[in-house]
Each structure stands twice: as C-alpha cells, then as structure tokens.
C-alpha cells in the first residue's frame, strides 16, 4: 500500500474525524499537487459550514475557487473502490464520509414538496457510485439491456424501481458487496458535497449546463455517463441524464432536524432525483423531489448505486484506490 492509499484508507477507518483530511492535504501539498491540497481544504471548509452558510459569507468565495481549481483539471482526492462485475465491468464508487446538512429549499424555484429546509444528519460514511448505472454494468448482471438509447456508457433506462432493486441484490451477490438504493438523504447529501446552490456548482442555467443532460442542451436523448462536470466529490451526472430510483417510499418533509432518516415504512409510490435529459432545469435542482409508482419504467428513469460502509469488506479484486 502506498503512502496515498494508507491515507486515504485512513479517511474511511476514522471516517467521523476532520483530521485525516487536513493530513491528507499536506501530503498532497508536498508530494503531489498543490492544487488537489487546496481543493481538499476548501471542500472540508465548505462541509463544515454548509449547516449555517449565512454566518460564513466567505463560503461563496471558497465554493469559486473550488469550481475554479477543477475547471483547471485539479481532480478530487477521495477514497475510492471497485467493483468487479461479470466480464470484467468494473463499478466504481468514492466515499462519502458522515455530516450534516440542509435539505430542501425555501428559494424561489422551490416546490412546496421540498419545504421545510431542515437539517439532515448522517451519521455513517457510505460508498456511491461515481456514475449512474451503465447499460454494460446492467447487462453484466441481468443479462439484458432494456435501454431507449443505446450504447454502453450510457445510462441504463426503462428500469423500475423493482427492477433497480434486483440489480442491486444480483450484483451484490457476484461482487461480493452489498449494494442498495441510497436514501433520499444520502441522495442529496451527495449531490451537494457540502454547497447550499440550487445545484452542485451554482445557481444558475450556465452552472447546471456544465455539470448535467436536461432540457435544453440534451437534444433528446441520454448521454454517456461521466462527459460533463463532477462535484466535489467527484460524482458526474447528479443532475440530470436520468432520474435516479431512491429507495425511500414518498413523504412530505416533517418540521424539525432529523438524523438517518430513511422515509415512512408503508406507503407505494417511491422517490425519484436529479431530473432527466427530458426536464427542465428546475427540476434538475439538487432540492427537488418527486415520486412514482414503482413499476414505472420510462426511458428518462435509472438509478445509482450505494454501498454501506458498516457491511462487510469486499473482495480482494476490489481495490481502494488514489481517486
């Protein structure tokens, strides 16, 4: 094990302190890239704060410079891990450690649904995939690729709720990993990687086109995954390409902070994120939220991957690697 990787296994291992971090950011500062040191620093400032961002103004310059470092090819250094899927299809996931945050919105785009802004505690760290699942993953695992728009890097669409589901216990089973939807909370936790924007990089249309497939610049149709922008963690496609399945059965927001919420145990319809290349942008915003059946299966509806980092470890083909 490198020295990187021996830090970064140290982010998960002590995934609730700040502290690796910070020494992750003087490595990089000497023996790497001073420009993934300052990214590292800035996004552990941006976490820290996004719970009270009116009492840190400075928050709008720190989120600038991020953007700024990664328009510049500065690359996230997260922990990441892949999974090894049938034919050798790789799924790769980074870590995103535990935090709190503000979910919802009360801004002017915003829906009642997503109303009131509350503040969502998360108290374990979780693997996520960097991309949504791929048509060559889905079809590594089920066999089939039920996808409108084909092409291996694109998106799997046309998948219900159930359907997601049965990926993940399939592909659980042949990774040696187990995988779920993430919650809605994790969903948006992730999106925002530590921003109060209506989307991962800004507030406006000019930031969403740089970073999601929606409406406007899509041409009708999805895209392969990974081709614009990532958060700060890394993620691609958070916005927009297509819907995401959460796990969660439909809600209204409760008044009140909450911590690990993972949404009413009966009910029907499931939760959908993130928007789609059919949407507009103001469905795309990391707020909004809706719900459908869950045998829905359109060609605007896919899913992304979690993994909890409490289960067990994975095989030795999965690898933590330099992010």
């Known amino acids: 094990m490198s020295d990187l990787e021996a830090l ?3 982010i998960v291992a002590d995934a609730e302190s700040d502290l690796p971090w910070l020494v992750l950011a003087d490595w990089l ?4 890239d001073s420009r993934r040191a300052e990214l590292t620093r800035l996004h552990l400032q941006l976490r820290q704060t996004c719970t009270e961002p009116d009492a840190h103004p400075e928050r709008a310059a720190w989120h600038s410079r991020i953007l700024e470092l990664m328009e510049a090819g500065a690359k996230p250094c997260v922990p990441e891990r892949t999974l090894v899927l049938p034919g050798n299809v790789e799924l790769k996931m980074v870590f995103i450690p535990p935090g709190a945050f503000r979910m919802g919105s009360n801004s002017s785009q915003a829906f009642d649904h997503e109303k009131p802004v509350h503040i969502v505690t998360l108290t374990q760290g979780f693997w996520i995939g960097i991309h949504e699942v791929t048509q060559e ?15 291996r890097k694109r998106p799997v669409e046309q998948v219900s709720w159930d359907e997601a589901q049965e990926f993940c216990k399939k592909a659980s089973l042949l990774a040696g990993q187990t995988l779920q939807l993430p919650t809605e909370a994790q969903w948006e936790y992730a999106c925002r990687a530590g921003s109060t924007t209506e989307y991962c990089n800004g507030d406006d249309e000019a930031a969403l086109q740089r970073v999601g497939w929606y409406r406007e610049n899509s041409k009708n149709e999805t895209h392969a995954v990974g081709e614009l922008a990532a958060n700060a963690w890394g993620l691609h496609d958070c916005h927009g390409n297509v819907w995401e399945w959460c796990n969660d059965v439909d809600d209204a927001y409760k008044r009140g902070d909450c911590t690990d919420p993972v949404g009413p145990q009966a009910g029907y319809e499931r939760v959908i994120r993130g928007g789609s290349w059919l949407y507009d942008a103001r469905l795309a915003r990391a707020a909004f939220r809706d719900w459908i059946r869950p045998d829905s299966q359109d ?8 993994s909890s980092v409490r289960l067990a470890a994975p095989r030795a083909e999965t690898d933590l690697s330099l992010g």
């Open 8 to 10: 970064l296994a140290g």
């Open 29 to 32: 500062e000497e023996f790497d």
């Open 137 to 151: 993953q889905y079809e590594a695992v089920m066999g089939e690729n039920p996808s409108e728009f084909k092409g």
């Open 299 to 306: 060609d605007y509806l896919g899913f992304r991957c979690l």
